[in-house]
């Protein structure tokens, strides 16, 4: 009898490890998820489209474009904060977390534009700001009158008769200083950001209890999904270490992320997130070994994050976003690529982003916004941002190919990020034209010029005049004129959207570079047990080579960016090409 028990227990072990050796991540189903699936598509509310004239977009613009946004097929959006905001800092300084501001709508707009996305069967995601409220906030107008106020340790101060606080940057500051000086209290509030943009105090559980109604408070309206702004700086030594002499000014790695993160994000989820069906990233700074925490399933913490890693790759270390003048290694941004991919294989999830309301356009960028290359440069970015593995988060406007409106001069800027690096580099004499001529490539304002809908004044964004002005380009980079014409690039998203659904490869297959030496070719290889897809991307402006190893006779082209492709092995400038092995 024991010995037939030890055959069965023999056999039982066998048959569960083939089925382990079997499975792929593709087969594995209880790590699928609709949010792998799905395709994030960020609107930025102030540019996208204006209902009422007023220059500034709004949610009545929104749910006029809702069948616009359907037609992208796309899953889910990720929209910008739209809280009450004196929008100093286009609404990442909230002042009341719980109603729309004026310039977007009403809650009723809100509630109109949720529902009319959901009878899309769209997913809406809102933009979460809890590290920092606005200096406006109420909480903050009653802390900083006195020390005894129940809001005082709401935030982070230092009592000035201790003497100078410890040495914080912060990033948005004229002096780069992270510590503000109240007068009513005699001390000093901290904020990593602009100086409008206090710092919560997370240790204190009254905060965490505000902050967690708070996004209950926007579940039980329906929405589905939050995006964590800042969300790595949230907690804080409280001991307030000096900077030690390696510092550098490597905040992220010193002081930024607080012995607390962690912790607090578990509650975030015991209290909140677990209780509803909602999907979350993180913007969540710091190397792999960090950000994968936020990450890992078994940690019960946050879905998905986004890293800065690629889109802040080239720039000359220590001046604020300086592209290199010699360009951009592709060998090493693929290997960037390439190691986040394999960390998260396990237990994480990525997203794959080349653009946002914090980066530049991606076809000036990382493409080439010239005439002759333009459209073919914003086919291959989205060919990219579609077939790597993760969920693809995909900016307004780049569906049309928008680029970077190149501003000239200081005061064509809005954006405080820019206007502050600004003034510390003109108080510290440095190479202002420099700096300008920087800017056109790299700051925030030129991906957030108005949606270029038509040719009509101001691209049919407003009938007033614009919060910052429309690309000159619209004239030809427009929705209505890409409507007309089966290969745009508009019409070129949404056939891949289309061929991303009907190729689950492309979400869970496994990811591997071929040819990882090429200079001018991105090449992949995206593989199941049953199906291999070649992918390779020129992201040069001249005839590319390169090498696989799949059997050329065998490949069958799929999509592509060109009308007369290339033979495998070879792209022509910007050429984007998606093969099956067959
Ligand atoms: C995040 C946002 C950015 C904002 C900053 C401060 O990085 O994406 O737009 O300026 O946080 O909230």
Known sequence: MIKYRKILLVLIVIVASCKQNNKSAFDDTDRQAWWKEAVVYQIYPRSFQDSDGDGVGDIRGIISRLDYIKSLGVDMVWLNPIYVSPQKDNGYD???????????GTMKDFEEMVKGFHERGIKVMMDMVLNHCSDEHRWFKEARKSRNSPYYNYFHWWPAEKGEPPYRWSIFDDKGYGWEYNKATNSYYLHYF?????DLNWENPKVREELYKIMRYWLQKGVDGF????????????TWPPLPAEYKGNWTLYYASGPKLHEYIQELNREVLSRYDVVTVAEAVGDIERVKKFVDRDRKELNMAYHFEAVDFGYQPGKYKTPDPKGWDLVKWKKIFARWDSAMVEKGWNTVYLGNHDQPRM?????????????????????????????????????IGMSNIKFNRIEDYKDVELLTNYAQLKSKGGDLREFLEAMKITSRDNGRTPMQWNSSVHA?????TPWLPVNSNYKFVNVAAQEQDSSSVLNYFRRLIKYRKNNKILIYGSFRLVDEQNPDVFAYVRETKEKKILVALNFKNKNSYY?????????????????NPSSPGTLKPYEAVIYELQ
Request: charged share 25%; no cysteine; hydrophobic share 35%.
């Open 94 to 104: 909230i002042s009341d977390y719980e109603n729309i501001d004026p310039v977007f």
């Open 194 to 198: 602009a100086d409008f943009q206090p």
């Open 227 to 238: 995006r964590m702004d800042a969300l790595a700086f949230i907690s804080k030594d409280t």
């Open 363 to 399: 076809l000036t960028r990382w493409g080439n916004d010239s005439v002759p290359y333009r459209n073919s440069a914003a086919k291959m970015l989205s060919t990219f941002i579609l077939t790597m593995r993760g969920t693809p988060y995909y900016y307004y406007g780049d569906e």
């Open 460 to 464: 049919g964004f407003t009938k007033g």
């Open 547 to 563: 090498v696989h190893d799949l059997p050329a006779e065998k490949l069958k082209l799929v999509m592509g960016n060109n009308i």
